[in-house]
């Protein structure tokens, strides 16, 4: 085992036999030597530091019904609402107020949300922060969607690949979304010039080793800027609601795994590990991320955009957010950088 890890913290690589050999067997000690290992390799080409990002929740509108989300379409449970541009630009305010330079805009893929309407956004945000960088997480669109985007403003785009194995894929989404367009789709916007993030969900259900081990290896091919990962949470209205949320201990080897794999790249320690775990994302700190992404969206909203069940900081203000992801970085050892963040190998075209 210590063997892999020091292959894999030198050469950065390591075969899908490797990988499923030290997800399935590694132990307490050869984890906490791992993970070491990746907080040394986060801290020679960032520090300690750790990126803040403003996630702005603009719609729970969707037109997909990916089978593990809370705000699919066929959930007719979700209160549904959507963000308007005045409502966006005062969240934009709000954090410029609190310090942050990166702006998160996600959401589902709403039709009202049209390539016009996106464009306005991203030159609304950019026109009154020059300095901000804007990251788009809005699903699948064309090629020209893409580029209009970019060229309004956005510089990041994230979209998970969810899982990089075909049947798992299918398990996981209904017949009309296709795994062979999400990665063209990430391929796109790479071509394009976006800094971009691909990732998956930690225990999705069908996951295996084998499959995890494939996500890697994906992730390796790919060589994105960003990766985001965290466990799958079971929401309470969906056909999974019974399926098993991943563990920390999956998702903190996970990503490590990926620190050593792609050594530059930035890694959040996610909310949903903030949600199974009150010390997820200090854990995942550890483990060798470096960005949190606290919620800038109005609490009237912020319940509403419910992917999993019991998702933390829902009924916190933008500031409490803000000031209580500060205090644990800084108790946890790391340092808030407020600044864009980018990924050191990248540069606007
Ligand atoms: N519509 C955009 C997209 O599909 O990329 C962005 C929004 S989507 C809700 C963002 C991410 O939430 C997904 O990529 C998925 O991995 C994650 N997610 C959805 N349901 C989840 C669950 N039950 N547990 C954990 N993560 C979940
Ligand atoms: Fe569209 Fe989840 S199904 S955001």
New binding site residues.
Partial sequence: MRNLIDELAEKHILTKEELVYIIKNINDEDRKYLSEKASCLRDKYYGKKVYLRALIEFTNI?K?D?Y????RKSNKNADRYRLSLEQIMECADIGHELGYSTYVL????DPYFTDDKIVEIVKSIKAKYPDCAITL????KSYESYKKYYDAGADRY???H?TANEEHYQKLHPSDLKLSNRIQCLRNLKEIGYQIGA???VH?PYQTPEILAEDLLFLKDLDPHMV?I??????HD?Q?KDEP??TVEETTLMLSLIRLLLPTCLLPA?T?LGTIDPIGREKGFDAGANVAMPNLSPTSSRKK?E???NKICTGDEAAECRYCIEKRINLAGYELDMSRGDNITWTRK
């Fill in positions: 969707c997909n990916c593990y989300c809370g705000i996600q959401g589902g893929e997480s809005i699903g699948e994230l979209l998970r969810e990732g998956f969900m999705s985001g965290g466990p799958f949470i079971p929401h969906t999974f949320a991943g996610t949903a955009y992917l999993y069940d």
